[in-house]
């Protein structure tokens, strides 16, 4: 304890070695040592520096040493009851060096977020190549997942366009029939004689229209057959 915090656990005011003696053993039965953080917090701070400057730091950096591990392991030297205390001083050696090897100290208080620290302390390699592993995993799965998204979407809109070409092709052999019907009913024995010019302008134009639509080639090919199957009735058939 002194040597972390350059002072005594406690302090006797008594004027003479055996009244301090006396005194000291009435405060080691009966009080427990400041938590050595808290011990230089109360310190005055000229001295405190000089105790922090004495052992290569600076105050700050002391105190938070000090609040740490070693300040639990001195603590625990210092408890009152024997079961609490380090059974022998090769205990109380051990635990130090847990606390310089970064191990986990048996002063700690029971926690495992204290010891899952401590362990990825120790593993840092390890730990940060499960880290990056564990990273590229997510990152793999995310663009998985949006591929699969993408494919869904892409299937849906094909779907989509399949049923809109589907429409358009019966609407455009729709068109077809109905087409087919008007020219058809284009009768030799009606056509001759009557306005013959205005239903040569028809199968014109339905002749322009023709090369304007979206049918496709058998739709096509039988409204053209129907257009000159016309033309001949009306003799005009090139």
Known sequence: YELLTGQLPFVSKAGNMADAE???RQLIRTKSPQVPDAKLSSTDVKLADE???RRSSSLVQLKK???GEIGWVVLKSLRK???DRYASAREFAADIRNYLNNQPVEAAPESRTYRTRKFLRRHKIATSVAAGFLLLLMASSIVLLYLLRAAEASEIRANETAMEAEKQKAAADEMSDFMLKIIGGVDQN????KDTELLELI???AE???AESR???EGRARVINALNEAKGMLGTES
């Open 22 to 24: 006396h005194e000291y």
């Open 51 to 53: 105790i922090a400057a």
């Open 65 to 67: 040493t000090l609040k």
């Open 81 to 83: 009851k024997r079961d």
């Open 190 to 193: 009606i056509a001759q004689g």
């Open 203 to 205: 199968i014109d134009q």
């Open 208 to 210: 322009d229209k023709l």
């Open 215 to 217: 049918l496709d080639e």
